[in-house]
């Protein structure tokens, strides 16, 4: 893949935040940090877990160093399609957090075009709560998410919510906006 493509990867990706996440408050946090413009979208390239490990470890660091941006999306188009080898950089992305003495100060969220609970079937549409057009890791300042969460009514409730709102409108519903965001050319 050519850095060519970044435009119209970041433009999908923006797509999924506003016609998904934001649409249907799947993150109820979401809203303010999209019309403040604080979401930081980042496409790498490499299909290497390696190099993708390296990008996220300097996006961690830019964000130690630029307050203003609130959160950060780290989209990972190649190398990680498969789910379980996004697990296995899921994983691997947690422990060079906690290597690198972040641990408490960001968490990651994922996010993957194949999501799948543990406990759930591929064509739950409880899936499409995590699912997205590109793998992803959402790089979330933890004292933000204590703030967010202090000042919202029973966030225990967020997942709950989501997935039963995600069931209701079906798996065909969240799949015919995600094949309408990939038509997004930039």
């Known amino acids: 893949m050519t850095t060519d493509l970044i435009p119209q990867i970041t433009a999908q990706t923006k797509a999924w935040v506003d016609q ?11 809203r303010r940090e999209v019309e403040q413009q604080t979401i930081h979208y980042q496409v790498e390239t490499s299909a290497d877990i390696a190099e993708q490990l390296q990008a ?12 203003d941006i609130a959160t950060a999306l780290l989209i ?30 960001y968490q990651l969220a994922t ?28 790089v979330l300042r933890e004292d933000s998410v204590a703030n967010a969460l202090a000042s919202y009514t029973k966030p225990e409730r967020i997942p709950e919510r989501n997935i039963d709102f995600a069931r209701q409108k079906g798996a065909d519903f969240f799949a015919k906006i995600l094949d309408d965001i990939a038509k997004i050319k930039s």
């Open 20 to 30: 998904v996440i934001v649409q249907f408050n799947l993150c109820p946090f979401a």
């Open 56 to 67: 996220l470890l300097k996006l961690i660091q830019e964000l130690d160093t630029q307050p």
């Open 76 to 105: 990972l188009p190649n190398g990680v399609s498969d789910f379980d080898d996004y697990l296995d950089l899921v994983d691997y992305a947690e422990r060079l957090l906690e290597l690198e003495g972040y641990d408490g100060v």
């Open 111 to 138: 996010f993957h075009p194949e999501y799948q609970f543990a406990d759930s079937d591929a064509d739950d549409a409880a899936n499409y709560t995590n699912r997205a057009p590109y793998p992803m890791l959402h």
